[in-house]
């Protein structure tokens, strides 16, 4: 309603963003899980709302509120994460803002593992997640015409930023130095990464980041 009544450059578009942790359980009551806040993913799907968008947000476990003209999906694992990512397809534009968790326990215990007198922790044994991004930007019908996604790196952050854009097939990357206080801080820097080159922008409040992130992708589809 937002995005029809506010005519933005992006009306009539639908755009789904990733954002947040996810959390991979071990047992009942125990998960592998990052630092991600969600506040850079939340920030870029509040812009483009504000642009006219209609936004679908898929988040991981947060604490943040939700953006206001924003539908909002929650998930915690990677696997929940990538079915709700297709069941919002068709979508004009994709930005995988999320720090999915790479792995996951192989095994989820249904009971809680418990530690006992004289035997040694338990190993954890690990399985590759779903690459969300790679998914979304192969070919086929239902791609999103603008896929962008994030390169968290702690070195050589635009040659890794590269690297990804080519291995995923995305159209951007969004390369970031996480060895700082990058994740689950105010702040991010960031370099844009297109077909066209490398962008270094300031170090900017990830609300700003998001603002000219999605001005960049108005400018797209106008
Ligand atoms: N991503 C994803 N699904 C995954 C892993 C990553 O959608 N299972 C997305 C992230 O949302 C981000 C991009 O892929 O947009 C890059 O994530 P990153 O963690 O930087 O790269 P990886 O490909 O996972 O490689 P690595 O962590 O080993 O650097
Ligand atoms: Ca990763």
Redesign the pocket.
């Known amino acids: 309603i937002r995005s029809l009544l506010a005519g933005g450059p992006l009306s009539g578009r639908h755009a789904l963003v990733?954002s947040g942790p996810t959390w991979e359980p071990i047992d009942p009551v125990r998960f592998l899980a990052n630092r991600s806040s969600g506040r850079q993913g939340h920030a870029i799907a509040a812009a483009l709302a504000d642009r006219g968008a209609r936004v679908t947000l898929v988040s991981g476990p947060v604490s943040v509120p939700p953006p206001s003209g924003v539908t909002v999906t929650r998930v915690e694992t990677?696997r929940e994460?990538?079915a709700a990512c297709t069941a919002a397809l068709p979508a004009d534009i994709a930005i995988?803002?999320?720090?999915?968790?790479?792995w996951r326990p192989a095994e989820t215990a249904t009971l809680k593992l418990k530690k006992g007198a004289g035997t040694p922790p338990p190993a954890l044994a690990l399985a590759e997640?779903?690459?969300?991004?790679?998914?979304?930007s192969a070919p086929g019908p239902l791609r999103p015409a603008l896929v962008?996604?994030?390169?968290?790196?702690t070195n050589d952050v635009v040659a890794?930023g590269e690297a990804?854009r080519r291995?995923?097939g995305?159209d951007w990357?969004v390369a970031n130095d996480v060895s700082g206080d990058v994740m689950g801080g105010a702040e991010n820097e960031v370099h844009l990464i297109t077909e066209e080159g490398v962008e270094h922008w300031p170090r900017l409040p990830k609300e700003a980041v998001a603002a000219r992130l999605a001005d960049r992708i108005a400018a797209v589809f106008a």
């Open positions: 990733t990677a994460m990538l995988c803002a999320a720090a999915v968790a790479d997640n779903p690459d969300i991004l790679a998914t979304l962008v996604g994030f390169a968290a790196e890794h990804k291995s995923k995305c990357i």
